[in-house]
């Protein structure tokens, strides 16, 4: 689904209002059939999992003090999920899903990587939890063109790879041309 608008109209917000952060103060969030606007506290927890984001500027939503392999590993230990190993095996899966050689990117820290490296991460996170719905707020706005073209690439094939339903905002008619 593409959501195109010029800068400032709403956009991000809406994106906010899907995940509930926070929650809005009118409408309905239809997900899966439910209305995430009126379920709270526990079930809206169990709901989250499910709905991953990756925001535009990808270096500044990158922990500079972690790792690689701590940053894309960390919804799996937030959400308990599996053992150290497996853990750790679904992080490799995920950096190489996003075109990152695991063995050189899981020791490193952000700022060793391009800006495009770094969206690969941002994205490497977002697929971890296996969700139903990623929503990319502008992800490649920040990006130089050759570079977007490869990640626009890289979403299209996750989307038909993991069943992806993709929430694609930008203000770029062409890239959602693309995308959507």
Request: some cysteine.
């Amino acid at each position: 689904l593409g959501l195109v608008g010029e800068s400032g109209c709403g956009k991000s917000t809406a994106a906010r209002a899907v995940m509930q952060l926070p929650a809005p103060t009118g409408g309905t969030v239809l997900f899966s059939g439910k209305d995430l606007t009126a379920v709270r506290g526990e079930k809206l927890r169990a709901q989250r999992p499910q709905i991953q984001i990756v925001f535009q500027d990808p270096i500044s939503s990158l922990n500079p003090r972690r790792t690689v392999g701590d940053i894309v590993g960390a919804p799996l230990r937030i959400w308990k999920r599996g053992t150290p190993a497996e853990r750790k095996a679904k992080v490799d899966e995920a950096l190489d899903a996003v075109g990152l050689d695991p063995e050189i990117a899981r020791d490193k820290r952000p700022h060793e990587f391009s800006g495009g490296q770094c969206q690969r991460i941002c994205i490497a996170r977002a697929l971890v939890l296996e969700p139903k719905l990623i929503i990319c707020d502008e992800p490649v706005s920040a990006l130089d063109v050759s570079v977007q073209a490869q990640i626009l690439n890289l979403l299209e094939d996750l989307k038909a790879r993991y069943g992806l339903t993709l929430v694609f905002i930008t203000h770029d008619l062409a890239v959602v041309k693309n995308v959507s």
